[in-house]
C-alpha cells in the first residue's frame, strides 16, 4: 500500500479523512520553493550550531533542531497554516482542544541507519490509547525532496488501526517520497521512522506537531520561548503554545490565572471559571474557524 | 463506611494499602500545630488577596491560592513529606515518573454551599482512565480542623473502584473529619467535593496534588513560580515541579536539552533515556 498524495487545493476536512482512513497522507507542493529556500536560509545558522543525537533512536549522525517558535519568523506562521490547523481542527476534533506539542528541524546526515519503527505517541508513557482515539497531528514539511535513498521517512500506511507495541523492520514500511516544499500528515499512531540515508546529502524535514491540550508538551514552550519574546506574538500563537488552560482547567497559573495573562496582562482574563469554559471554548472555536476561513480567502 | 484513619507514622506499605482498599485515608498529626501556624502566617497575606471564585465548581464564597512553591517554604516542604510522596509514587506506579499537578489553599467561607461531587481526574478532558491506572494522588493538609459542619471534603467511600461519570448528592458522601496538622490522602478516581460550610469560620485545606509525568500540570510550575526563586531550590523538588522529562522525551527545551539546564545547568543531563 502506498501513501495517498492529495494537491495543495485540499481541505483540512479531505486531509483528515485520509488520516483517518491511511494513518498518513502527503499533501504535495504547499510551499513553492522560494518559500523553502527562505525558511532554510533562516534555520541554516541554528542547524549548523545543533549537535547530533546521542543514542540510535535520535540518531548519532542527525540533528534535531528545536526552539523553532523562538527562533524562526516564518515557522510561527507555518505552525499557524491554515491547512495544518485546519487538519487538526477535524483531526482532533473529539478534544475539547489542542496544542502545540513540539517543533523541530531535523536534519539527517549521509550514512545514518533507520531509526526504530515506532509510534509516536508512545512518548506518553507507553500509555495504551484506544484505537481510533487520536492524540497527535503530525506534520513534516519536506525542506529538500524526501527519497528513498535520503532517508524518507518510513511508514506503513493503515498501521494506526493495529495493536499496540509491535516491532516491524523496514521491509514493512514504504517511503513517504514527496518533492520539496510538500508536507507528510500523520497520526501519533501510526507506524513509522525516519529511514536510512545512502545518499551523499542531508535530507531535512520541518517537524510540527500538535497534540491534546491534556497532555503534557514534548517540547517545553514556556522555556523554550524566552518571555520577552513570546510577548511579541500574536495570541492566536500563544494559545496554540499552551497560554491557554487545556480541556477545562489544566495550566493555570498562581490564583486561576489564565495562563495568557503572564504574556499579555492587558488582555481581559478571557477563560472563566471552569464550568463556563465549555460553552466558552466551543465559542471560540466557532470564532477561529471564521477568522480562518477569512484568512484563507484573503489568500 | 467511613474514611479511614493512620497515625503518621504508619508505613508506607500500609498507606498504599488503605488507599487501594477504601480510595482514601487520613493521616492524624502528619504535622505539628505549630507547624500549621508557621505555614498559616506564610500564606495569610496571599489567601487575602485572592479573589473569591466566579462560579459554582471553583465557589463563589471559595478563595483559592496557587502559586504555593513560590510562596510557602513551608508548603515546599509538605509536597515533599516522605510518608505523602512514597505513597504518591506507588499509587501512581503504572507511571514512568510523578509530578506536581498543583498547589493550592483553599479557604471555604461560612455560607459557601456544598461543591458538585466529582473525580479530579476529570481535568483530564474526561478521558476514561482504566480502573487500574491511577492519574492523579491529592493530598488534602488541614490548615484548620476539618469538621462535618464546616465544610469538610464530603467523599463517597470506595467509590475509587465505582463506574464513570456518575453523579452522587451529598447524602451519598462522608466528611473526611480530620484535625489541623492531618493529611486526607485520596486518588483521582475518587468522588468527592468541597463540603457545605455552615460554620461561622473559614475553612483551609492546602490541596498538594501530583500526577503521572506525562500528563499536563493543572497548575503551569514553570509560569507559576519565578526563574529566580526556581534557582533557590533543591534538586528534588524541582524535578517534582517539572524540571524534568517526563517519562523519556516529554517536556525537553530546544535542541532535547535537559529542562534542568534553565535553573540548574550543573545537574543537567545530556541526551534521551529512550
Not at chain 1, 532517508?151 to 514500511?173: V, W
Not at chain 1, 510538500?182 to 551523499?200: C, D, E, I, M, T
Not at chain 1, 495570541?235 to 499579555?264: H, W
Not at chain 2, 467523599?155 to 466528611?175: I, N, Q, Y
Amino acid at each position: 500500500m502506498e501513501i495517498q498524495h492529495l494537491a495543495n487545493t485540499v481541505t483540512g476536512e479531505q486531509v483528515a479523512e485520509a488520516m483517518s482512513r491511511d494513518g498518513a497522507v502527503i499533501v504535495d507542493h504547499l510551499l513553492s520553493m522560494a518559500q523553502v529556500d527562505e525558511v532554510l536560509a533562516e534555520l541554516r545558522p541554528w542547524i549548523d550550531k545543533t549537535k547530533p543525537g546521542t543514542d540510535s533512536f535520535n540518531g548519532r549522525n542527525t540533528r534535531r533542531t528545536g526552539a523553532l517558535i523562538a527562533r524562526s519568523q516564518i515557522c510561527r506562521k507555518l505552525v499557524m497554516h491554515p491547512l495544518a490547523l485546519g487538519t487538526a481542527d477535524k483531526f482532533l476534533a473529539h478534544a475539547t482542544s489542542y496544542q502545540l506539542h513540539l517543533t523541530q528541524v531535523i536534519s539527517v546526515g549521509p550514512g545514518e541507519p533507520a531509526q526504530r519503527i515506532h509510534r509516536d505517541q508512545w512518548a506518553f508513557d507507553l500509555f495504551s490509547f484506544p484505537k481510533g482515539f487520536e492524540v497527535q497531528c503530525n506534520t513534516i514539511w519536506a525542506m529538500t525532496d524526501f527519497t528513498d535513498e535520503n532517508g524518507a521517512t518510513r511508514i506503513i500506511p493503515g498501521s494506526h488501526r493495529f495493536d499496540d507495541k509491535l516491532q516491524f523492520s523496514e521491509s514493512d514500511t514504504v517511503p513517504a517520497a514527496m518533492g520539496k516544499g510538500s508536507v507528510l500528515f500523520y497520526s501519533g499512531s501510526v507506524y513509522h521512522g525516519a529511514g536510512a540515508n545512502r545518499s551523499s546529502d542531508t535530507r531535512i524535514g520541518l517537524q510540527f506537531i500538535y497534540n491534546l491540550s491534556w497532555l503534557r508538551q514534548e517540547e517545553n514552550q514556556y522555556l523554550a520561548c524566552p518571555l520577552e519574546i513570546a510577548r511579541t506574538l500574536p495570541v492566536e500563537l500563544l494559545r496554540l503554545m499552551g497560554y491557554q488552560r487545556g480541556a477545562f482547567s489544566l495550566g493555570y497559573v498562581g490564583d486561576l490565572m489564565d495562563p495568557l495573562q503572564v504574556v499579555r496582562p492587558e488582555i481581559e482574563n478571557d477563560a472563566p471559571g471552569q464550568l463556563e469554559n465549555t460553552a466558552h471554548l466551543l465559542k471560540k472555536q466557532i470564532e477561529r474557524e471564521r477568522s480562518r476561513k477569512a484568512i484563507a480567502r484573503a489568500d | 463506611m467511613t474514611i479511614p484513619h493512620l497515625q503518621a507514622n504508619a508505613r508506607c506499605e500500609d498507606v498504599v494499602a488503605t488507599v487501594e482498599a477504601s480510595g482514601g485515608v487520613i493521616l492524624d498529626g502528619a504535622v505539628s500545630s505549630e507547624f500549621m501556624d508557621q505555614l498559616a502566617a506564610e500564606l495569610r497575606p496571599w489567601i487575602e488577596k485572592t479573589p473569591t471564585g466566579i462560579d459554582e465548581f471553583e465557589g463563589r464564597r471559595t478563595r483559592r491560592t496557587g502559586g504555593l512553591i513560590a510562596r510557602s517554604a513551608r508548603c515546599r516542604e509538605l509536597l515533599m513529606n516522605p510518608l505523602v510522596l512514597g505513597s504518591a509514587n506507588r499509587i501512581l506506579g503504572r507511571a514512568t515518573s510523578l509530578q506536581v499537578n498543583a498547589t493550592q489553599a483553599i479557604t471555604i467561607a461560612p455560607g459557601e454551599p456544598a461543591q458538585v461531587i466529582h473525580r479530579d481526574q476529570w481535568a483530564f478532558d474526561m478521558y476514561p482512565f482504566a480502573r487500574d491506572y491511577q492519574v492523579i494522588v491529592n493530598a488534602i493538609w488541614a490548615m484548620t480542623d476539618f469538621t462535618a459542619r464546616n465544610g469538610a471534603t464530603r467523599v463517597v467511600p470506595g467509590s475509587h473502584a465505582f463506574e464513570d461519570k456518575l453523579r452522587f448528592t451529598e447524602a451519598d458522601t462522608v466528611p473526611a473529619e480530620m484535625t489541623r496538622g492531618s493529611v486526607f490522602l485520596y486518588p483521582g478516581t475518587t468522588y468527592h467535593g468541597g463540603g457545605a460550610n455552615r460554620s461561622d469560620t473559614n475553612r483551609t485545606g492546602i490541596s498538594l496534588s501530583y500526577s503521572a509525568s506525562w500528563l499536563r500540570q493543572e497548575e503551569n510550575q514553570y509560569l507559576a513560580v519565578p526563574l529566580d526563586i526556581a534557582r533557590t531550590l533543591p534538586e528534588e523538588l524541582l524535578r517534582l515541579m517539572g524540571y524534568q522529562r517526563g517519562a523519556y522525551a516529554l517536556g525537553y527545551v530546544d535542541d532535547l536539552r535537559d529542562p534542568m539546564e534553565f535553573v540548574r545547568p550543573d545537574l543537567a543531563k545530556r541526551g534521551m533515556a529512550r
